[in-house]
């Protein structure tokens, strides 16, 4: 999670609540942290070791489900539209794709170093408190 003052959170487009004991601030998270979290989840859950004894919650088919669409909605939007080009593999006898192409991307690194310079785990997600930019409530 990531704290972000109150100026920034009024431009939001999609509202976001304040963090109790730290006036002024507003947590949220970067979605590509959410995405990586879900494909670590997904990966964790292909890959389990069935004799390590009864699988976590965490790992529970709705959460994958979640994190599947999650990922999907995240492809889509970002849409990678960096041609691959196909060659001539005598290995296999047949024409492939070459994927080793580079890639024109965000500067995850800059990305990353915002994140952890505004990172909070001190969030206490019991409490609700009003927020003067207008209470945020989600019914489902």
């Known amino acids: 999670m990531s704290r972000i ?3 920034e959170a009024s431009q939001l487009t999609n509202r976001t609540v304040p963090i109790p004991d730290d006036p002024g ?6 979605d590509v942290f959410h995405e990586l979290h879900c494909l670590n989840m997904m990966r964790k859950r292909i890959f389990w070791n069935s004799t390590q004894g009864e699988m976590p919650d965490m790992y529970s088919l709705h959460h994958m489900d979640h994190c599947i669409d999650s990922l999907r909605q995240s492809l889509m939007c970002s849409s990678d ?3 691959i ?10 024409v492939l794709p070459t994927t080793g192409v580079p890639h024109t991307c965000r500067d ?13 785990d001190q969030m206490e997600l019991k409490v609700r408190m009003d927020d003067p930019l207008g209470n945020v409530v989600h019914a489902s």
Do not use: G, H, M, S
């Not at 601030?25 to 970067?30: A, M, N, Q, S």
């Not at 995850?108 to 909070?120: G, L, N, P, S, V």
């Open 85 to 94: 080009p196909y060659a001539w593999y005598p290995k296999y006898n047949q």
């Open 25 to 30: 601030y507003y947590v949220v998270t970067i």
């Open 5 to 7: 003052p109150l100026q």
């Open 81 to 83: 539209i960096t041609p």
């Open 108 to 120: 995850f690194d800059a990305i990353r170093e915002w994140a952890k310079e505004r990172y909070t």
